[in-house]
């Protein structure tokens, strides 16, 4: 057996159900989950549905074509926020305590079901101490399928068995799963209305297992872990002074304050490869998007708000008849303030992507397919921090997959941020300057 060697691919695991049985998930070296091949390489039918596919059919090339098909509904456009019909900030008032931020999506998960518009969810769940992809009908129970968890999990299973599931279903995504669906929904119309809502859930990279791994260890815990949270909230604290929690073999939880590790999301630690090709900030593709409200004005709230994108007229009813109904605390907001919130996430996907692109192919990679209208040229600066980013990621998978110790790693990492500290405070002066 082979494992696919393919660097951009998250393991969203759509291409399994096209296989016909020599594609199936595993682990790979540097904890992803990837496809392995019996035969190895990945059929041409399995590419088709790939997120990442270097040469996909014009007609569905890229998040703009799939948008013109299944929303062309949406009465809006915007370059940055896609297709859509609204754009809202605020929280459930009923889910937000035990939710990642507003709890906006459990919400409108409960909604789903109570309503019978869908019969299952298909979303990311605790199993055997950790957490994965499953089918979920219990609208009584459903405060248990909150928080969002950063470990790969994959949709493998949901199309492998989907011809045998009864009923209309609502699936939870970050953008390329969101993708694959679609892509999956272009090629076989009979899914259209049975995977009925997709919730977008707005990503700012997919992490390896070895971040959870790294986090677990840094949180105290000497071994095996289990039943990790990585959204303690802190109603103290701003919104993004969130902690990471897990339990070791004796049951005692240990939690580190995210604060503590430094900056694991824009120095890009542990992020698969496949994201820096990715120009899809919001989850264009998804009825409707939600993300954490990372503004000046709703960061000290430690409870946390989400921003909300409305994209299909089901999802905005919902948000409506939320707000009428008193169920959310929820405000219309300007469009712009949706980008706001995720702007360093727009910097870095999509005006940097030109340039890692240039980059990648010089190291010989055949790319994943890019819309072009988002492609840019960069500043001198900017480049070398993107150059320093690449360095920073790739290193952070390599020392853990080496030596997976956080004290080493922390050791031996810390050359590599102090560079891209030091690149990118470099950058933002001269941008300052630049704009003076
Ligand atoms: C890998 C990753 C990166 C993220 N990066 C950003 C970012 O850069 N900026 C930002 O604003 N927000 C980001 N988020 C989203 C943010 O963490 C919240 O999940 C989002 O705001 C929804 O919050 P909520 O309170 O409405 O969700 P909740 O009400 O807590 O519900 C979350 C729902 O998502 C499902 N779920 C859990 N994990 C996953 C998963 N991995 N994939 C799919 N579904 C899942 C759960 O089952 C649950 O139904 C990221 C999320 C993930 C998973």
Request: charged share 25%; with cysteine; net charge positive.
């Amino acid at each position: 057996m082979n494992l696919f060697k393919g660097e951009f691919c998250t393991g969203c695991g759509l291409c399994v159900s096209e296989s016909e049985q020599v594609i199936k998930m595993d682990w790979d070296e540097y904890g992803f989950l990837k496809p392995v091949t019996l035969n190895g390489y990945i059929p041409e039918e399995a590419m088709k549905v790939c997120p990442f596919n270097p040469e996909p059919e014009a007609a569905i090339a890229d998040e703009d074509k799939l948008a013109d098909i299944y929303l062309g509904t949406a009465n809006r456009f915007d370059p940055g926020i896609g297709r859509f019909e609204n754009t809202y900030i605020g929280y459930s008032r009923n889910d937000r305590s035990i939710s990642s931020s507003g709890g906006i999506a459990t919400y409108i998960f409960e909604q789903l079901l109570r309503s019978k518009t869908v019969d299952h969810l298909y979303i990311v769940k605790e199993m055997n101490g950790t957490y994965a992809y499953q089918l979920f009908s219990n609208v009584g129970d459903i405060q248990r399928i909150s928080k969002t968890r950063y470990i790969p999990v994959t949709l493998e299973q949901l199309f492998v068995k989907i011809e045998h599931i009864e009923g209309k279903i609502a699936v939870s995504g970050v953008a390329c799963f969101i993708k694959a669906i679609r892509l999956k929904q272009y090629y076989h119309p009979e899914l259209n209305d049975k995977i009925h809502f997709l919730i977008g859930i707005i990503c700012g990279g997919w992490k390896s297992r070895f971040f959870t791994d790294y986090l677990a260890q840094s949180s105290g815990i000497d071994g095996h872990y289990h039943g990790q949270e990585y959204r303690i909230k802190d109603v103290n604290s701003t919104a993004s002074d969130y902690s990471f929690g897990a339990y070791d073999d004796k049951r005692a939880f240990y939690q580190l304050k995210m604060s503590r590790v430094g900056d694991m999301w824009g120095s890009g630690l542990f992020k698969s490869r496949a994201c820096d090709f990715c120009t899809d900030v919001l989850t264009e593709l998804a009825d409707i998007s939600l993300g954490d409200a990372w503004l000046p004005e709703y960061r000290p709230d430690g409870m946390g708000n989400s921003v909300i994108v409305t994209r299909t007229l089901l999802a905005d009813r919902l948000i409506r008849e939320g707000i009428e109904g008193n169920g959310l605390c929820v405000q219309p907001v300007d469009k712009n303030k949706i980008i706001e919130s995720q702007r360093p996430s727009f910097s870095h996907r999509q005006d940097g992507v030109k340039f890692r692109m240039r980059m990648a192919k010089l190291q010989g990679h055949v790319l994943p397919y890019v819309r072009r209208r988002v492609l840019k040229p960069v500043s001198v600066f900017y480049g070398i921090v993107q150059l320093q980013r690449a360095i920073t990621r790739g290193r952070s998978l390599k020392q853990w997959q080496a030596a997976p110790f956080s004290e080493v790693f922390n050791r031996k990492m810390s050359g590599a941020l102090k560079r891209l500290r030091l690149v990118t405070k470099i950058y933002h002066r001269m941008r300052k300057l630049k704009r003076l």
